[in-house]
């Protein structure tokens, strides 16, 4: 079974100063991806930035980027720059394999950040 | 490019009521489609998923049903609601065929179960 920790039910982070969330993962599938989503107040999941168990470098896109550390097994999600559109629940979320070749998302229970201006 | 919609928005049903909420994907064919539920404050938890017209799979126990009726439309569905059913539920889809990675998002749908 896998599992996904985020240990930051809340943060909070001055405007343009960068902030890590932290999310830690266990599984036995030699093969999985990563996931970080953010969802607003509005409810809907925005999909951030993706890094697969067998990418060689970090994940960015944008203002995101992904503190991949396999032996760990942890994939903090970086946000430079911050913005007060940033505060938000963010989760980290995981790919599990199905067995008729769908795949479904294990989800952390969240963090919520929240931008001082 | 692809677009998922999903209707209405938002529900409010008394205990006891049945249920129908609809999702449909735009722009893209044979996707992987997921039903997810969110309790307030919590992860989403999936409910259901599909590869395939007529295919669903059930992740959860549950008072709920799910049905794919149409390539790009999926449907959850209850017959008689428990206050337990409340909640944001979530339809994704992927793209098909093989080990798909990310998952898109609809706008979700808040019901509450008096």
């Known amino acids: 079974a896998q599992k996904i920790t985020q240990t930051q039910p809340g943060m909070f982070v001055q405007e343009k100063e960068a902030v890590t969330l932290d999310c830690t993962y266990d599984?036995?599938?030699?093969?999985?991806?990563l996931f970080w989503y953010k969802q607003p107040s509005s409810g809907e999941m925005i999909f951030l930035i993706y890094q697969g168990s067998y990418d060689q470098q970090n994940a960015t896109e944008g203002r995101y980027s992904l503190n991949f550390q396999k032996a760990r097994k942890s994939a903090n999600l970086v946000i430079s720059a911050s913005q007060l559109g940033d505060s938000a629940m963010y989760f980290c979320?995981?790919?599990?394999?199905?067995?008729?070749?769908?795949?479904?998302?294990?989800f952390g229970g969240g963090t919520r950040l929240m931008v001082k201006p | 490019s692809q677009t998922i919609h999903q209707w209405p928005a938002t529900l409010v049903q008394p205990v006891g009521s049945p249920l129908s909420l609809e999702c449909t994907v735009e722009g893209t064919s044979n996707p992987n489609l997921y039903w997810y539920r969110q309790a307030a404050g919590r992860g989403l938890q999936l409910l259901f998923y599909?590869?395939?017209?007529?295919?669903i799979s059930s992740e959860v126990p549950q008072n709920l049903s799910a049905s794919r009726p149409q390539d790009r439309q999926f449907i959850l569905s209850s017959k008689k609601l428990l206050l337990s059913d409340s909640g944001f539920y979530l339809c994704?889809?992927?793209?098909?065929?093989?080990?798909?990675?990310?998952?898109?998002f609809g706008p979700g749908t808040r019901l509450t179960v008096l």
């Open positions: 599984t036995s599938d030699p093969s999985y991806g």
């Open positions: 979320a995981m790919r599990e394999t199905l067995n008729n070749a769908g795949n479904m998302l294990t």
């Open positions: 599909s590869v395939g017209i007529g295919q």
């Open positions: 994704a889809w992927s793209p098909g065929g093989g080990r798909a990675d990310t998952q898109y």
